[in-house]
């Protein structure tokens, strides 16, 4: 019996011993931010500790979170949601409801914005003044407007540069852009094993350059001998003069816990030198890292967990001093750019904007691309603004770099990546061209009357130039070429002109339009006019009973409104010259008449010499008199001064034909003499040069 008890004693002293060794390397990994090792170990620990207690619960909560953690550091979302979950199960967030947070967080990355959203307010009826959580649950309700009001950026997963495992942080490594270079966990020969932060391997620094085809090559280790060393390096990026090169050192040394590092080498020829390290943090366990040169590589903002920030990474500014041979104290770039969260992989847009990533503003999920605007001051950023999908989703999207304004590299783990548990790839995107369509219409002068086989000509203001004419409905249309390309194209100003046309007067009228600056697709229309050989109906200018005085008839015809398409008419044809042909009705003496109808005639012209400035060289005022009785049209019981659409009956306005309805309809009566109270325009000449007299004779009395 003693012997039994003794074995059930040695039992349970070894369990004992084999949990509390379990439990305590499960924490040196986590808290050395050995995630993908710490992970299988708290696992491990979590599934040796049984719940016989109080303090055994407790314990295997703490285990199943920072397995969770771990595993969410690690890239691997479905694990972490299911360890989170279990220390959610076992009371954890009375210790600690960041759990909420992170758990809320991974289902965002899944764009399960239902459960995220239920873990957010989890977290906040816990911690309500969280502003980092407020901003997190803001932000699911956006993510759905942002996803369904995409950019017009298309993305691609780099397939000929990408590996299985991580590839991240492309930049431009030659003046003509046709190289990157990118960190790879990828088997390299300066490296063994896996790192155990994320279980891949360690990162080296990669280059890959395109062919003459302009595909891209095999990619190759990057300068071996002096930059790829046993550590993880990465996030390396030239000065604008490619003469220097910084980047991310990350050492790992087993037992310390020590934070990546910054360092710099010049280019010598084709070789390297040895890099040197920046000194930015005043200890080694503090992490500085993805730094980011000016062009002449005198100031470097870069990512770091310094003290004095606002949470999380921030990206602090630093600038060289060529005297003292150091860096000043890094400043922090501030609230307008930093948030509770993580700033990180800030880039230079081309035009000297920040581009950076961060999980701490209202965005899609994880990480998020983020553009800010630039100042006079290098340290300063304003008006920062999410890039929007497709450059960001719902998993981390970050390191844009710009190519052209329309084509670049970014980093993201989302769904289509080539490594597994959906690992950071090198993606590309670009802006495809603004679609351009140009419609013309071509109308008679005065009239909707389309014109049909007329020939419209487009020139480009480089020279080139392309004719169409137009159909039936007098319309030419212009979109894509028989090959595919557009007419009208980005950046491009065009001039537009209708040729002339038998039975038409020529015209010197040209329409323009340009696309230069815009960032949306356009149909431009343009509608232009041919001058038939033919009498030019205007629009109504009509008159009260016996006056010459302009008037505003029915409150609906303005007689100067009228007027003013003269103005235009003759804008448009600058060698016009038009004869103004007045009217009257058929009421009093041919004589008053005929004077009545040239006081109305030279109301014309004077108001348009007098008030719209016209040369009175180019205008003929015209008395016709009551003999000649207008043609109206009549459908449906009404009378038009215009043909209507579909069937109707001309009608010629004689004194006998109006007096029919002198005592049945008086109302009509006074409208049809009022439509031959007009005036009317017919050309003249089409030769007229500023300067010359007009010797047009007047009219005979019967005209």
């Known amino acids: 019996m003693k012997g039994k008890l003794l074995l059930v004693s040695l039992l349970f002293t070894t369990l004992t011993f ?23 170990l708290a696992v491990a620990a979590y599934n040796k500790t049984s719940p ?13 979170y920072e397995a969770g953690y771990s595993y969410d550091r690690a890239f691997n979302i479905d694990k972490a949601i ?23 967080e991974q289902y965002k990355q899944q764009a399960k914005y239902d459960k995220a959203k239920e873990n957010y307010e989890s977290f906040l009826k816990l911690v309500p003044g969280d502003e980092q959580a407020k901003n997190a649950l803001a932000a699911l309700q956006k993510a759905v407007v942002m996803k369904e009001n995409r950019t017009r950026y ?31 966990t990828r088997p390299a020969p300066t490296t063994n094993g896996k790192d155990p932060i994320t279980g891949e391997g360690f990162f080296n620094i990669w280059e890959v350059e395109k062919d003459r085809s302009g595909n891209w090559q095999a990619p190759k280790l990057f300068e071996m001998d002096s930059l790829n060393t046993n550590w993880s390096e990465g996030t390396l990026v030239f000065d604008g003069r490619f003469r220097n090169v910084y980047f991310t050192r990350c050492p790992t040394i087993k037992k310390k816990d020590l934070g990546c590092q910054i360092w710099t080498a010049e280019k010598k020829g084709q070789k390297f030198s040895m890099p040197e390290r920046i000194m930015l943090a005043s200890s080694d366990t503090i992490s500085v890292g993805h730094p980011l040169p000016n062009e002449d590589g005198t100031t470097l903002i870069f990512a770091s967990d310094l003290p004095g920030g606002f949470g999380g990474k921030d990206l602090w500014f630093t600038q060289y001093d060529k005297r003292g041979k150091s860096w000043s104290a890094p400043v922090n770039l501030g609230a307008e750019i930093n948030t509770p969260g993580d700033e990180l992989f800030p880039t230079y847009a081309l035009n000297g904007d920040l581009l950076f990533s961060s999980n701490g503003r209202q965005g899609l999920g994880g990480l998020d691309l983020y553009r800010a605007t630039k100042t006079d001051d290098p340290k300063k950023f304003t008006d920062v603004k999410n890039l929007g999908t497709p450059l960001n989703s719902d998993a981390d999207d970050y390191h844009l770099t710009e190519i052209d304004s329309k084509n670049g590299f970014f980093t993201s783990n989302r769904t289509g990546s080539k490594g597994n548990n959906n690992l950071p790839d090198i993606w590309s995107y670009k802006l495809p061209p603004n679609l351009f369509d140009l419609k013309v219409i071509v109308s008679e002068v005065g009239e909707d009357t389309k014109i049909a086989g007329a020939t419209v000509e487009v020139t480009t203001v480089g020279g ?11 319309v030419i249309f212009w979109d894509k070429k028989p090959d595919g390309d557009r007419f009208i194209n980005e950046e491009s100003e065009y001039t537009v002109k209708v040729l002339p046309k038998e039975g038409f007067h020529e015209s010197d009228n040209v329409e323009s339009f340009s696309t230069k600056g815009l960032e949306y697709d356009q149909n431009f229309i343009l509608e232009m006019s041919l001058l038939p050989k033919t009498p030019i109906v205007l629009p109504e200018v009509r008159y009260d009973l016996g006056s010459a005085v302009l008037q505003v008839i029915d409150g609906v015809i303005n007689s100067k409104d009228s007027l003013n398409y003269v103005v235009e008419l003759l804008n448009e044809y600058p060698g016009m010259v038009l004869k103004l042909l007045s009217h009257t009705d058929s009421r009093g003496s041919a004589k008053s008449n005929e004077d009545l109808a040239k006081r109305r005639a030279q109301s014309c012209v004077d108001y348009l010499v007098k008030e719209k400035g016209v040369d009175p ?19 449906d019981g009404v009378y038009y001064a215009k043909k209507p659409a579909g069937d109707y009956q001309p009608v010629k306005l004689t004194e006998s034909y109006i007096n029919q309805f002198q005592k049945s309809n008086k109302e009509l009566f006074e409208k049809l003499h009022q439509f031959n109270r007009r005036t009317e325009a017919d050309v003249v000449r089409m030769d007229y040069k500023p300067g010359q007299t007009n010797e047009t004779p007047a009219p005979t009395e019967n005209k």
Request: hydrophobic share 40%; net charge positive.
């Open 464 to 474: 080139g130039k392309f004719t169409g004419v137009t159909n039936k409905d007098g």
């Open 52 to 64: 016989k207690n109080d303090k055994a619960l407790a314990l295997k909560s703490k285990l199943a």
């Open 18 to 40: 084999a949990q509390s060794s379990s439990v305590a390397k499960a924490e040196a990994s986590y808290e050395s931010g050995k995630y993908f090792e710490a992970a299988e």
């Open 617 to 635: 060289n180019r205008l003929v005022a015209v008395g016709m008199g009551e003999n000649s009785p207008r043609t109206v049209y009549l459908k």
């Open 82 to 104: 299911e360890w989170y979950q279990r220390a959610i199960d076992l009371k954890y967030a009375d210790k600690n409801p960041y759990v909420y947070f992170r758990l809320a």
């Open 154 to 184: 298309t993305v691609q997963s780099e397939t000929k540069i990408n590996d299985v495992g991580m590839d991240m942080a492309p930049a431009i490594a030659s003046r003509r852009g046709d190289a990157i270079v990118f960190g790879s």
